[in-house]
């Protein structure tokens, strides 16, 4: 049971706390859903560059971001710069960064997640997963595909489709 006053939470929805009901005091505030992200104010560029930025988080334990890299190589992204942000704990960070290396413009960043907005900013189209970045690049209007890394990240995604929030074919 938790003590708090104010409980704030971007992914849960009124749905899912119903069944935590009894989890918190009566008293207790809940801010539920996406508008109670924090985000970090957005300075909007109008003029895009042909850019595909990609970060699958701090972890990818998966190794989505590998799949992403083949997939973006092809013929059809050449003119498109790939810009693919690597996870402070992503166990394949060097694999990632060498792949690249042998990629036709591609660049990788690791451990860098305090200028996430400059990168949004002038990107055409970022690919995530389903965490609190996601609700920032959304927030922003940028063109996104976001891809669940666990059955948490599918719930929360099917959740927002429900709410209209996203459009997903999940």
């Known amino acids: 049971k938790t003590y708090c006053d104010i409980y704030i939470n971007y992914h849960d929805s009124k749905k899912i706390m119903n069944k935590k009901k009894n989890f918190f005091k009566k008293d207790c505030k809940k801010l539920l859903g996406p508008k109670f992200s924090i985000i970090k104010p957005f300075r909007y560029l109008k003029k895009k560059k042909k850019i595909i930025f990609v970060f699958m988080g701090g972890v990818d334990k998966n190794n989505y971001t590998y799949d992403i890299m083949k997939f973006l190589n092809h013929n059809i992204f050449s003119k498109y710069k790939k810009i693919i942000m690597i996870g402070k704990f992503n166990r394949n ?70 709410l209209n929030f996203v459009n997903s074919p999940a």
């Open 93 to 162: 960070k060097n694999q990632l960064i060498r792949f690249a290396r042998d990629l036709k413009n591609f660049s990788t960043i690791s451990d860098n997640y305090k200028n996430l907005y400059d990168f949004f900013a002038q990107s055409k189209l970022v690919i995530s997963g389903a965490g609190l970045t996601m609700y920032e690049h959304i927030s922003y209007g940028v063109n996104s595909i976001v891809i669940p890394q666990s059955s948490v990240q599918l719930k929360i995604l099917k959740n927002h489709k429900n």
